[in-house]
Nanobody, 124 residues
Framework: QVQLLESGGGLVQAGGSLRLSCAVS????????IAWFRQAPEKEREFVAA????????YYADVVKGRFTISRDNAKNTVYLQMNSLKPEDTAVYYC?????????????????WGQGTQVTVSS
């Protein structure tokens, strides 16, 4: 069983930064592709960024490219999302998801593991 726990959300002004963390339980962390998703009120959940299993290749949604950075620390079983130049439209609940040996750009997380989410609010 794999469990994910997000942290680091909060309230920040536009232009500010936050770093989210996703702590993952389990002994095979390096074998999981980990992604961040977000869901704003009355909107569908959308993909934000992902990091591949073992080597940590990265993949971003166009709307966050150049502002957000995803990274993983396999020794700490943790994935990070550094969010810079935040905009009000980045306001959402952010979730991390994990998929065993998932292909970086084509994997689906519907049958993977999900965390409970952390709220990010960006004020204008």
């Amino acid at each position: 069983q794999v469990q994910l726990l997000e942290s680091g959300g909060g309230l920040v002004q536009a232009g500010g930064s936050l770093r989210l963390s996703c702590a993952v339980s389990g002994r095979t962390f390096s074998s999981y592709t980990i992604a961040w998703f977000r869901q704003a009120p009355e909107k569908e959940r959308e993909f934000v960024a992902a990091t591949s299993w073992r080597v940590g290749s990265t993949y971003y949604a166009d709307v966050v490219k150049g502002r957000f950075t995803i990274s993983r620390d396999n020794a700490k079983n943790t994935v990070y999302l550094q969010m810079n130049s935040l905009k009000p439209e980045d306001t959402a609940v952010y979730y991390c998801a994990a998929k065993f040996l998932g292909a970086l750009t084509t994997v689906r997380y519907d049958d993977g593991y999900w965390g409970q989410g952390t709220q990010v609010t960006v004020s204008s």
